[in-house]
Every structure is written in C-alpha cells, then in structure tokens.
Nanobody
Framework: QVQLVESGGGLVQPGGSLRLSCAAS????????MAWYRQAPGKERELVAA???????DYVNSVKGRFTISRDNAKNTVYLQMNSLKPEDTAVYYC??????????????????WGRGTLVTVSS
C-alpha cells in the first residue's frame, strides 16, 4: 500500500558530504513524522534524525551540527544532508515514516513504514 524508497548512499571520504533522499508512494492520506535511522555492523539500529510535518527536528547528539533533515510535504519526501562525514557514520541508513493511509474518500488507518535502506560508507 505504501512504500519508501531511499537513494543517495555511497562511498565518500572522511570530511565529505552526501545527501540521502527518501520518497514515499502509495495510498497516502498524510504523513506525520518522518525519520532517518542507521545500523552499523554489529550494532543496534539507532535514530539519527526526525522531522514532524510542521518542520520541528531532532537529532542524535553525534550528528548535531553536521547533519540536516528536511522534507518536502508536497512530494512526500524526506532528505538527510550529511556533512563532515566520519568513518563512524558508516552504516545502512533507513527511512521511516508514520503514515495515515487512505484516499480521496478519506483516511483508512495508520502504518509505520520502513524503507529497505541505503549503504553509506565513509572511508579513505
């Protein structure tokens, strides 16, 4: 019914930048919170950044001042601009969205949707 597709991952040198995108599609009535999570090898998945439909943001301490989350509500898309990347940022990055699905007839229910992930590797 609803899908999230991430893009923009890849290999970058320490100090470099990447921009991740995540587009939602399907029977979407509205999306409240959207977020980026990451999971490094051998570690648990952690919340990196989140943004509400009104634009309020929150970040994990380790990325504050380096990462910026933003969204385009008209396109149902969330972005993560990552600057000053460090090797410890290496992980699979997952998009997450709290979706009210439905149609022009009205809302039908709530879903928490995950993307399949995009790999970010920071290495020289």
């Amino acid at each position: 019914q609803v899908q999230l597709v991430e893009s923009g991952g890849g290999l970058v040198q320490p100090g470099g930048s990447l921009r991740l995108s995540c587009a939602a599609s399907g029977s979407i009535f509205s999306i409240s919170a959207m977020a980026w999570y990451r999971q490094a090898p051998g570690k648990e998945r952690e919340l990196v950044a989140a943004i509400t439909s009104g634009g309020s943001t929150d970040y994990v301490n380790s990325v504050k001042g380096r990462f910026t989350i933003s969204r385009d509500n008209a396109k149902n898309t969330v972005y993560l601009q990552m600057n000053s990347l460090k090797p410890e940022d290496t992980a699979v990055y997952y998009c997450n969205a709290a979706v009210l699905y439905g149609s022009v007839a009205g809302p039908a229910g709530h879903l928490e949707v995950w993307g399949r992930g995009t790999l970010v590797t920071v290495s020289s």
